[in-house]
């Protein structure tokens, strides 16, 4: 498990939403207010809880269950300022994406790179015009709002007006309007539009409660199953800070999967934000290494080697050098006896005969027609 979440990980606390999680803090230590409290995230409250002076006589039986309460309306993390209405003339094109691209449409806007639009657009839409984005996860998320600034022939330009980190249910959204809104991607009539708006400001300012069951990762689950999840947590993430892989640190694109870090990978009931909260994304490596891999793939996870920097591909060749009078299988390179004046080779690429290393600080390394030169600290890194 990785280290920021083992930090706030108990058996019994971490099977508890942020209500009941609030509770019990209350309970133990009446000194905090319950209003400040509520901004904490579910991981604080359960260091807090940890840190208070019962803690330890607190017996499991006496917690409260997340069932038996109903959840508190949700604060909001960011101050969206949004159109109050169309204005003359404008109008608002509804785009719709299904379930096969919302982690690369999610990825797309929490990194800000939507400076050219190309999603599922379907048509022609007018310069002015407000764009309305919705994911197709469970349930439907409300996830942008920008302005066509450019129209060419191959491109569709955007500017964001908003990107909301926060949960944003379609459903809610086509109860406040009184009407329901289209699961592929077209023009809103201008009444419907403005009404849309209205909503939307209403719903950040006032969030209403989500509760969705989500907890289930094993191989063989739905994988979409979780997707809601998976795309609050890739808007919520800071990318400057936290790498996209939470376990082995890679940035692995769009290629993550939501990972619960709670006893037995049970399903809850809860508030959106709390799984928010208690999820993790890792690449499809670690997350098959967290479920409990078998012998051999486990085996073929670690000793499988660094994917070669030339070409990406995996499962190299080990580097040996010398002449050996015995000529080994596959899973070695003979190098030969004349030794660069450069750091030894540890591998070899199968696909594009790279030979590379991994090693720490390097300074103007060169392998294989490959030269990098690093004047900065760095992590160990493959070159």
């Known amino acids: 498990?990785?280290?920021?979440?083992?930090?706030?990980?108990?058996?019994?606390?971490?099977?508890?939403?942020?209500?009941?999680?609030?509770?019990?803090?209350?309970?133990?230590?009446?000194?905090?207010?319950?209003?400040?409290?509520?901004?904490?995230?579910?991981?604080?409250?359960?260091?807090?809880?940890?840190?208070?002076?019962?803690?330890?006589?607190?017996?499991?039986?006496?917690?409260?269950?997340?069932?038996?309460?109903?959840?508190?309306?949700?604060?909001a993390f960011q101050n969206y300022e949004l159109p109050k209405t169309l204005e003359p003339g404008q109008g608002m094109y509804y785009c719709w994406e299904d379930k096969d691209s919302v982690i690369d449409a999610a990825i797309s806007l929490a990194k800000g790179d939507v400076s050219t639009r190309e999603w599922n657009l379907g048509e022609d839409v007018?310069?002015?015009?407000?764009?309305?984005?919705?994911?197709?996860?469970?349930?439907?998320?409300?996830?942008?709002?920008?302005?066509?600034?450019?129209?060419?022939?191959?491109?569709?330009?955007?500017?964001?007006v908003a990107v909301f980190a926060d949960p944003v249910s379609l459903?809610?959204?086509?109860?406040?309007?009184?009407?329901?809104?289209?699961?592929?991607?077209?023009?809103?009539?201008?009444?419907?539009?403005?009404?849309?708006?209205?909503?939307?400001?209403?719903?950040?300012?006032?969030?209403?409660?989500?509760?969705?069951s989500a907890g289930q990762c094993q191989d063989g689950a739905d994988p979409y199953d979780n997707d809601a999840v998976h795309v609050l947590a890739l808007l919520q993430r800071d990318y400057d800070d936290i790498p996209l892989c939470d376990g082995c640190g890679r940035d692995v694109d769009s290629e993550t999967a939501v990972h619960f870090f709670r006893p037995n990978g049970e399903n809850l009931s809860w508030e959106i934000q709390d799984h928010v909260e208690d999820a993790g994304l890792l690449c499809v490596d670690c997350h098959t290494v967290v479920h409990g891999p078998t012998k051999a793939r486990l085996r073929k996870l670690v000793g499988a080697g660094p994917s070669c920097p030339e070409c990406g591909h995996g499962n190299p060749r080990e580097a040996l050098w010398g002449e050996p009078s015995i000529i080994p299988n596959d899973k070695y390179a003979v190098m030969g006896c004349v030794l660069p004046p450069e750091p030894l080779a540890e591998w070899v690429c199968r696909n594009c005969d790279t030979p590379y290393a991994v090693v720490a600080h390097p300074e103007n390394l060169y392998f294989g027609g490959l030269r990098q030169s690093m004047s900065d600290t760095h992590e160990p890194e493959t070159t």
């Not at 849309?196 to 209403?202: F, G, N, S, T």
């Open 171 to 212: 459903y809610e959204i086509e109860s406040l309007i009184d009407s329901g809104l289209p699961r592929s991607s077209k023009p809103l009539s201008i009444q419907i539009g403005k009404r849309v708006l209205k909503a939307l400001a209403k719903m950040l300012k006032n969030p209403t409660p989500v509760v969705i």
């Open 1 to 75: 498990m990785p280290e920021r979440f083992q930090q706030n990980f108990h058996p019994e606390y971490s099977r508890l939403d942020h209500e009941s999680l609030l509770k019990t803090l209350l309970e133990l230590d009446p000194a905090y207010s319950a209003s400040s409290m509520r901004e904490r995230t579910r991981p604080q409250l359960i260091s807090l809880i940890q840190e208070a002076e019962r803690f330890a006589n607190l017996e499991p039986s006496d917690m409260p269950q997340p069932d038996s309460f109903v959840p508190l309306p949700r604060l």
């Open 126 to 160: 007018p310069e002015g015009s407000l764009l309305l984005t919705v994911l197709g996860t469970t349930p439907p998320l409300v996830t942008a709002l920008e302005t066509v600034t450019t129209v060419t022939e191959e491109k569709v330009y955007v500017e964001q």
